[in-house]
């Protein structure tokens, strides 16, 4: 490095290079190891600022090593320094982010921005309430502009630090007991944590107008997007001080009454975050107007810069459809008890927007594989899944008829058999960018149709057409792409594994939408297994079966994870949802044509040999059972032994 660094520079130049470089290692080694007789004379300040210095004449990545030592300097000591060269610590770190913050490194500034959130969190109960008030009203007066718009920056990516800090879920461990970080939190959230978001809408607010003529600059768009981020960060807060108003047991009767949860709801792969920062905050979130100005704001650009396909993964769009997505996860005591209405209107207004994103489904795919970013596809996947963790069946269903003369279910599915297609067809470098939002939509059908407690007497038919005719179109493209890949080697052990998995989980999903329409989709695989058959009995000794025992393996599995659930012991259950749709006599039908399939078909195709084994271990065990229970079965009803139709 050092001769590529020095390519062209005189030997006085590289000396000189390298006699700074080593005082920066012996600076860099003495902040590391302070002595607590040292530190009034070898204070963390001091040896920043010459570290900077230094810095400045060689090399910036230096800065980055005088920001981690300082940091680690300085909770080291922090017992042993004065009150006053502690508050003096913070307060360098803020100047040093706002002096610096038109630098054009801006990882060492926000790695010093860090720092300086991580001190004050550690001197927090240690500040007094007029101490923290004047610090923060010195960032305040740079978020309002009065140092420059870097600045203003500056202050408000502090803002977002602080809020990260002492966040539980993304807080920096310095080794304090709990109740410290509970006690720092508590009182963040109830004396700063409001003031902080409002002070980011004004931000925002003032640099709205350039920002929708087009006319803003790089840096307030920077403003701007920070603004969003460290709203995000705060709907991102576990609210517990705040959230005042808990709902008893009267309460909590309404909220099921009215179509939303009280509780979170456990997701496979998800976390589900409910936003309840409590009634406080219903002026600031819900009565202002101000979801409707960010939706409005979004959406001009959105319009104004659709020919510019990079826009939508700009920082100023992440952040704002961040926001916008948290925003569907506002519940709690922050609506008043008014059978959910005002929850309600936020959630259409909300939805009215997000549907821009991904309808027409088949447009919307169409123009990600032209080239157009897949990230607004994925929020508004987010979106409905953070929708459906809040809303019942019955009430996700009905919130896009009050606009459109379909329901939400019928776009869930639209969409989600369009993302199913494309994740069938999808080459290496394409299945990235549908396997989440395949995910995501999954598991929101997961969400809306796994509850073991779903009455589908409560849904319309359309709701159930909707999950048949999804279904239908993963069964049409799974077998597809299974006989596509009847060929293929399987070299990589380890990944067979790792995609085996993978299939079960998906293949446990699928099983969910298939139940809702149990009636259409049982009968659906037993006539595509029976043809299959009938085309294996049609070729036999002429065609290469190989592609058709691979499509036979595709519905022998699938049709495993529909009509049976793994449990938490070895036997398998019937799952609640065919209970009482679907007949023993049935079951015995398709175990039936499970075993026609000789043996010698393994050979050719060595991957269907595997099946048959584990889905007939699967059903022998569940018609054992049903043989004991049911006082009608006759010994001599060998399932073996019937006919398959």
Known sequence: MMSSFGRGASEAELSQLRSTMEAIEVACFSIQNVHPNSVETLSPISFFRRFHTMAERVYHK??????????????????????????????????????????ADAYVQAKVSSIGALLMKRGWMELSAAEKDAFFSEVNRAIHGAHGVDAQFAGISFLESLVCEFSPSTSSAIGLPVEFYEQCGASLELDYLQKFYCWAQEAALNVTD????????????????????????????????????????????????????????????????????????RDVLISSGHIDWLLRVYGVLRQKLASDKIWSDSPLAVSARQLIVQFCSLTGSIFPLDDGQMQKKHLLQLLSAIIQWIDPPDVVIAAIKDGASESELLDGCHALLSIATLTSTELFDDLLKSFRNYGTLQLLSSLTCEVVKAHALANDEEVEWCSEPLDVLLETWSI????????????????????????YTIVDSQLKAAAASAFDAEDDAEHFHASVSKRDERFSLYAIIARVAADITIPLLMRLLSERFA????????????????????????????????????????????????TREEDERLLHLAKLMPTQWSTIAPIVGRTPSQCLERYEKLLDAACVKDENYELGDDPRKLSPW
Not at 84 to 97: H, P, Q
């Open 62 to 103: 230096y800065e980055e090593q005088a920001a981690a030592a300082i940091q680690d300097a300085a909770l080291r000591e922090w017992g042993f320094l004065a009150a006053e060269d502690k508050r003096s610590l913070i307060t360098f770190c803020l100047c040093y982010s706002m002096e610096h913050a038109s630098s």
């Open 210 to 281: 350039k920002a929708i003529g087009l006319v803003a600059t790089v840096t307030e768009l920077k403003v701007f997007s920070a603004a969003l981020r460290l709203m995000f960060q705060i709907m991102n807060w576990e609210f517990r001080s705040t959230a005042n108003g808990a709902y008893n047991s009267s309460n909590c009767r309404t909220m099921l009454s009215s179509g939303f949860r009280r509780h979170a709801v456990l997701l496979t792969k998800y976390e589900c975050v409910l936003v309840e920062p409590g009634p406080t905050w």
């Open 448 to 471: 809306l149709f796994g509850q073991t407690d779903l009455d589908k007497k409560v849904l319309a038919s359309d709701g159930i057409d909707a999950a048949a005719k999804l279904f």
């Open 535 to 582: 085309l294996l009995h049609q070729g036999k000794g002429i065609t290469d079966p190989t592609c058709t025992l691979e499509e036979i393996y595709w519905i022998l599995l699938m049709a495993g994870h529909v009509l049976t659930d793994p449990g938490e012991g070895e036997t398998p259950l019937v799952p609640e949802a065919l209970e009482t749709e679907w």
